[in-house]
């Protein structure tokens, strides 16, 4: 397999077509090796245009997906991010090209190991990754920027609470086969604006608790 190629595809025929136009964030896909951050076995599929599974029953992002949020965010040099959900550590790693400094929250001990072992490998020294409940425990600190890695039935308050003043908060919201993928901003201390950027569906985050419905 061609991986330079096969990169090269990924990018003009996936991630490019599908609206993500900043040339900083594509010359970024270049730097940081998608395949690197997957196992022997499954580094051909890093390029594809699919969702990957992952221990604990967690999934991957697509890479068109990871691509929109990174463009989407925008973080800025002197930023710091909270990630919820670590995946392989991929998307940690594209986030802290561009950060100060990225923590990952992630509930899935294996999953921990495994982005732990890739940023280290990668030699992405500015992430520090937790084993933690990102939606249970309570937060002391604010971030410029949160991106949560998975789908949620709705907007937890406390996530759009942590937000500096201009932070950015992307999430994936709603239900099976429609969901909405926002930007939301904080505008001053009472005022948030959410922006739709696409309509897709993903995987729920792993830790998520499914809203109860009710039948009358």
């Not at 697509?62 to 990630?83: D, F, M, N, T, Y």
């Not at 923590?103 to 732990?116: C, D, G, Y």
């Not at 429609?178 to 201390?189: G, L």
Request: with cysteine; net charge negative.
């Amino acid at each position: 397999m061609n991986i330079e190629q096969a990169r090269f595809n990924m990018i003009e025929q996936q991630i490019r077509p599908w609206n993500v136009l900043d040339q900083d964030v594509l010359a970024l896909l270049g730097v940081v090796k998608r395949e690197d951050y997957f196992p022997e076995d499954q580094k051909s599929m890093a390029f594809f245009d699919t969702e990957l599974a992952l221990p604990g029953g967690a999934h991957t992002l697509s890479p068109k997906v990871e691509a929109r949020i990174v463009q989407g965010v925008a973080v800025k040099k002197h930023e710091s991010v909270l990630l919820i959900g670590s995946g392989t550590g991929y998307l940690a790693a594209l986030l802290a090209h561009q950060a100060r400094h990225v923590t990952v929250m992630e509930a899935i001990p294996e999953l921990k190991t495994v982005a732990e072992a890739n940023l280290q490998k990668n030699g992405v020294g500015n992430v520090d990754v937790q084993w933690c409940d990102a939606l249970k425990i309570k937060h002391t600190n604010t971030y410029d920027v949160i991106v949560v890695s998975g789908s949620l039935e709705s907007l937890p308050d406390d996530l759009q609470q942590q937000l500096t003043n201009g932070g950015r908060l992307f999430v994936v919201v709603g239900k099976p086969p429609v969901m909405k993928a926002q930007v939301i901003t904080r505008e001053s201390e009472l005022f948030f604006n959410a922006s739709t950027l696409f309509e897709t569906s993903v995987q729920r985050l792993s830790q998520a608790v499914r809203e109860s419905t009710f039948t009358f």
